[in-house]
């Protein structure tokens, strides 16, 4: 859809916001009405504060994030992302940083709480399971969505609160993000997708689009978040508590970013809210990819028996106490 309001730009939704942009986001799923944007994303130039130095700068009020050889990005108040990109930059490098780093960057300004995790649809409530790279994540949802359950978020999990403090999950980018071993283990063709990241042949990580029905649209509420550790077989604890809100804030996607915007204590406000309302357990399990199929069964009847026993309970109470 094209936007009225920005030169040659494109509408798009992502972690329940309107994004306006003047770079193609093919990525994305198009918006679906004329909302006003909440985020806008221009290109044009952006100054660095360290010169070509990576990292995360805060500069006159907004925050820069520079990638050698990709691009400069400056995200301001949670709303405008400028991108100066990189002389012969591939495009896919650009908006892999965008869509990632400096996104994540943004949704701290917004107030927002960005987990590291994705998320799938079980019995209409969202499942997040959290953890850092290399953990499994993004393979476990490839299970999810090849026996047909809906893929809500890959990585990044953005939860929300509604006016009831009930806390759910939005939807996020539209793809899964597999490693050669785990595309493979799946019945998957590294031929057949893209890497993630352009130009880079010994970075065997893949892209997997997902079509618009394998994406649950709207936010869900949130039934329990599963913290993936390994193990010898499935394990799943109770992790309850001030030990729950600090395994939140240890897992929050660019948690450091947090400091830079002197918003720690707030933002570990929300951590213990989230805990107080969404139950979390520790997850343990071989990360097997040939035990995969009975392992994730194992999970799914978790969650299902939580999900029943939680209905029946009635009305959400503190839980992470």
């Known amino acids: 859809m094209r936007d009225p309001d920005l030169s040659h730009g494109y509408s798009y939704e992502l972690f329940g916001l309107q994004v306006r942009s003047e770079l193609a986001l093919p990525e994305l799923i198009e918006a679906r009405g004329g909302a006003e944007a909440d985020v806008v994303i221009r290109v044009g130039q952006v100054e660095a504060p360290a ?16 990638v050698p050889d990709v691009a400069r990005f400056r995200i301001e108040q949670g709303r405008t ?8 930059a591939p495009e896919p490098n650009v908006r892999l940083f965008l869509l990632g780093s400096a996104f994540g960057a943004l949704l701290h300004q917004k107030g927002l709480l960005p987990l590291h995790a994705n998320a799938v649809e079980i019995d209409g ?15 476990l949802a490839a299970w999810f969505h090849d026996q047909g359950y809906r893929v809500i978020a890959d990585d990044v999990c953005v939860v929300g609160f509604d006016d009831d403090g009930v806390p759910y999950a939005m939807p996020g980018l539209p793809r899964l993000r597999l490693w ?7 019945g998957r063709n590294a031929d057949s997708y893209a890497r993630s990241y352009a130009g880079r042949e010994d970075f065997d990580k893949f892209d997997v689009p997902l079509s618009v029905p394998a994406i649950a649209g709207d936010r869900l509420e949130l039934g329990a978040i599963y913290l993936l550790e390994r193990g010898e077989t499935v394990e799943i604890s109770p992790i309850k508590g001030i030990a729950a809100a600090e395994t939140i804030f240890a897992n929050t996607y660019r948690g450091r970013y947090v400091s830079f915007l002197g918003s720690a204590q707030p933002h570990y406000q929300a951590c213990l809210e989230l805990v107080r309302k969404t139950p979390l357990f520790a997850l343990r399990r071989s990360w097997n990819l040939e035990r995969l199929g009975a392992e994730a069964s194992e999970i799914v009847a978790h969650a299902k028996n939580h999900s029943a026993s939680w209905n029946a309970r009635g009305a959400k109470g503190d839980v992470g106490r």
């Open 180 to 186: 050669r071993e785990a595309l493979e283990a799946t």
């Open 51 to 66: 010169g070509d130095d990576a990292g995360l700068y805060p500069h006159d009020g907004a925050l820069v994030l520079v």
């Open 125 to 139: 409530k969202a499942f997040a399971f959290m953890g850092g790279s290399g953990e499994g994540k993004s393979t």
């Open 81 to 88: 992302i400028t991108i100066e990109p990189a002389p012969g």
